[in-house]
């Protein structure tokens, strides 16, 4: 029989796209939730920076 784990909604990390699952910190704002951690919500995750952030984008 398959082992039965509590079901956790999950989501894709908007800065490193990862997926990420619910946690206990987060049950107050889940469904505000982007980012998988404090590092991606800032930037500064290295996954980050391949991609070109539309809002830094100077013309
Ligand atoms: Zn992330």
Known sequence: MPHRKPHLPEKTCAA???P???R???ARD?????????ACRD???PAARKGVDPQRRRP
Do not use: D, L, N, Q
Request: glycine share 10%; aromatic share 24%; net charge positive.
């Open 43 to 45: 930037g500064r995750h």
């Open 20 to 22: 990420f699952a619910w």
């Open 30 to 38: 889940w469904e505000s939730v982007r980012y998988c951690s404090e």
């Open 24 to 26: 206990r910190k987060w």
């Open 16 to 18: 490193c796209g990862r």
